[in-house]
């Protein structure tokens, strides 16, 4: 039985929310064994930017997508030797009583302090259990628990996935390890959380819209469509968006909600939405790419459905879970540069290595990646699932058939650095990163889509081989 100081999977009760047919135990077995190596040797970022250790999400993701132990051990060598030790030196002393929620404050956003904060969470978790740990320190309501929960979704939504892989494989010991996590990422997101709640709450007239239907208004917003440019450096949530348009965004984000009836079908509409989306932002002239922002927002999408059927979980604190989701993902869309989405980029791709879903799943697995790629194959698949019992509704952008469509497309695009003569181009530098396999991440994706240089590595499809 799995403890905050065990990892143990069973694959006939632990198989994954998505997953293939050949789950084995085996692979249960050697995915424990990693992951609390992981746990016990690295902290969760891998350097002191704040990049985030995957090694959780890739061994979790391609074990439910049918990795064998082999896949495991290979994908665990690959990734593990550019991590940061899971004890960070302190800059000063510290009060380590976190149970005082001044002080729990007082600790946050500091990565020093991961250490302090998985101690804490894990006696928490030992002493009340996930679920009422969850609630007590996500949904509360309070300062300390307001911050946890929009920090779930600050660092690209890693600490809400985090939280949903916990879940989904019944883990404490992720559990603690992601609200740790949450306790030291850097705010972004919160105060403009706060600024939408807040409006509704002066604003009851605010209209109820679907979520597709606030994309194309975004773009068509002067304010926001000039906020994103590509001189603000790395961080463009932070010196592009919110610099610029922070209170453009507020009475947009607004017009998402979500009532308790409307639970399990806005879930679906999240999903479907994030992929379509994500797979739609292309650009005329180059070949198919996924932008990496965009690709988190379906990743993420999974773990919903996961977590609204905790039964601990009440109505309130589902439809508040999602709504953040929703607003996050146009956050993204927008810090993206609100790309122009091309529909017919996705009715009209044909697939390299044509087949069904267990070969995609297979492509995935052995894929020379850090698990960002296997979790957007597993989450095109949720999203064709999900997505059926409303096909061909309005809110609901894209046909479930298309879902492996895209799934193609995705591995196809990823695919080319292992084509003959690929070469990183000469912007990598520009990443002073000296791990091969973070540059070659780097240019796995487009950053920031809307943006015309964010596509300048990207082959023109006249001159791509093989098209």
């Known amino acids: 039985m799995a403890t905050v100081d065990s990892v143990k999977l069973s694959a006939t009760t632990h198989p994954g929310y998505i997953h293939a047919n050949n789950v084995s135990q085996e692979s249960a077995d050697k995915v424990s064994q990693l992951l609390k190596e992981n746990h016990d040797k690295f902290h969760v970022f891998f350097d002191h930017r704040e990049l985030h250790n995957h090694c959780l999400h890739h061994l979790l993701a391609i074990y439910a997508l049918g990795a064998t132990p082999n896949d495991l051990q290979a994908a665990w060598d690959r990734n593990m030797t550019y991590q940061l030790p899971r004890v960070f030196p302190e800059p000063h002393k510290f009060e380590y009583d976190l149970s005082n929620a001044e002080v729990f404050l007082k600790g946050m956003t500091k990565p020093a302090y991961y250490i302090h904060f998985l101690q804490f969470f894990k006696r928490e978790i030992a002493s009340k259990g996930m679920g009422e740990v969850v609630k007590e320190y996500v949904f509360k309501g309070d300062e300390r628990a307001n911050r946890i929960l929009t920090r779930l979704y600050d660092g690209v939504l890693h600490g809400l996935m985090h939280v949903g892989y916990a879940f989904e494989f019944e883990q404490p010991l992720i559990l603690a390890e992601a609200l740790a996590e949450a306790a ?123 977590l609204i059927e905790q039964n601990w979980m009440t109505d309130e604190a589902k439809c508040r879970l999602l709504e953040i989701k929703g607003w996050t993902d146009l956050i993204t869309y927008a810090c993206c540069r609100v790309p122009t989405l091309y529909p017919e980029r996705i009715f009209n791709y044909t697939p390299k290595q044509p087949g069904h879903w267990e070969t995609v799943y297979r492509r995935a697995v052995v894929y020379n990646d850090d698990g960002h790629v296997p979790k957007f194959i597993r989450a095109a698949r949720y999203v064709e699932q999900v997505s059926k019992e409303y096909a061909g509704q309005p809110e609901f952008p894209l046909q479930p058939e298309l879902c492996l469509t895209i799934a193609h497309m995705a591995m196809d695009s990823v695919d080319r650095q292992n084509e003959p003569g690929y070469r990183l181009p000469g912007e990598a530098k520009f990443y002073d990163m000296a791990n091969m396999e973070v540059q070659r991440l780097i240019f796995r994706f487009v950053r920031f889509g809307g943006l015309d240089d964010a596509w300048d590595h990207v082959p023109d499809i006249a001159t791509s081989p093989n098209l």
């Open 184 to 306: 030291i990422t850097t705010e972004y997101l919160d105060r403009i959380i706060d600024d939408v709640v807040a409006y509704k709450e002066n604003n009851k007239t605010v209209p109820d819209s679907d979520l597709m239907s606030i994309y194309p208004r975004l773009r068509a917003d002067p304010t926001i469509f000039h906020a994103v440019r590509s001189t603000d450096g790395r961080n463009k949530l932070r010196d592009g968006l919110i610099a610029r348009a922070k209170q453009n965004m507020i009475p947009y984000l607004a017009e998402f909600s979500v009532k308790p009836l409307q639970i399990k079908r806005k879930t679906a509409e999240l999903a479907n939405t994030a992929l379509f989306v994500a797979a739609a932002a292309q650009k005329p002239q180059k070949v198919e790419m996924i932008d990496f922002f965009l690709l988190h927002s379906v990743n993420s999408s999974i773990w919903m459905s996961v």
